[in-house]
């Protein structure tokens, strides 16, 4: 089953500008990942944010998380053509005791030149 | 390339067949997961190993679906019987003990 639930499903933005995802989940997480597919290919592993942590960032991504409203955001900032994919946020540890990853739908992030 | 690797990349089955998946993850990775994902969606997970150990398989999908590791290291996901339901990208993953995952390329399958 789905946890996570990424908002929008669709963005498309010009080359330069900055990308907001959102991601909401269900139950309580030992840290919140998130995943890039580019079409065709395997996903790709971003960053990780601890429950403990409020933020994170690396290189051009920026990561919150509101373990309060159970949700997460990814900022891609000055954003290039190649920065088009599918984002997914996957949550560890709270999905009844599994120890895989349970994803959202993803969002579907295009760059326009 | 010292990634998870899996093949075949491309599988097209006649419904009612049987197939098989290998997945090879990196080698010093003593854990190893898969996950199935179907189009517009996230990866789901389905089941996965600790070395040999398989520690979860509730989240296998029916019967049909079963997954080995005999050895600790390459594992096969089989689904026998195959439905145009089982029609998806099927995704391997690997990672050392409290690390994140690292997925590889995946398998589609197609059930005419």
Redesign the interface.
């Given at each position: 089953?789905?946890q996570?639930e990424e908002d929008p499903q669709a963005l498309s933005i010009q080359e330069g500008e900055n990308a907001t995802m959102n991601c909401s989940y269900k139950t309580s997480i030992n840290n919140l990942?998130w995943?890039r597919q580019n079409s065709g290919?395997?996903?790709?592993?971003l960053i990780?944010i601890r429950s403990n942590e409020r933020e994170k960032h690396s290189g051009r991504l920026r990561v919150t998380l509101d373990t309060s409203k159970k949700s997460s955001s990814l900022l891609i900032t000055a954003s290039r053509a190649a920065d088009t994919a599918s984002y997914?946020c996957?949550t560890d540890g709270g999905?009844g005791?599994?120890?895989?990853?349970?994803?959202?739908?993803?969002t579907h992030l295009i760059i326009q030149p | 390339d010292t990634g998870?690797s899996q093949n075949p990349r491309h599988k097209i089955t006649k419904r009612g067949q049987n197939v098989t998946f290998r997945c090879d993850p990196i080698s010093e990775h003593n854990?190893l997961?898969w996950?199935r994902q179907t189009l517009?969606?996230?990866?789901?997970?389905?089941?996965?190993f600790q070395n040999e150990a398989q520690?979860?398989k509730?989240?296998l999908l029916s019967d049909r679906f079963s997954a080995e590791r005999p050895k600790g290291s390459f594992s096969t996901l089989e689904i026998q019987r195959t439905e145009q339901g089982d029609s998806a990208m099927y995704?391997c993953?690997s990672r050392p003990q409290g690390k994140?995952?690292?997925?590889?390329?995946?398998t589609r399958l197609l059930v005419l």
């Open positions: 089953s789905q996570g990942q995943y290919r395997g996903l790709v592993h990780l997914f996957a999905g005791g599994a120890d895989g990853l349970t994803f959202g739908k993803g | 998870v854990r997961y996950y517009g969606q996230g990866p789901e997970f389905l089941t996965y520690l979860e509730s989240r995704l993953a994140t995952q690292y997925f590889g390329p995946g």
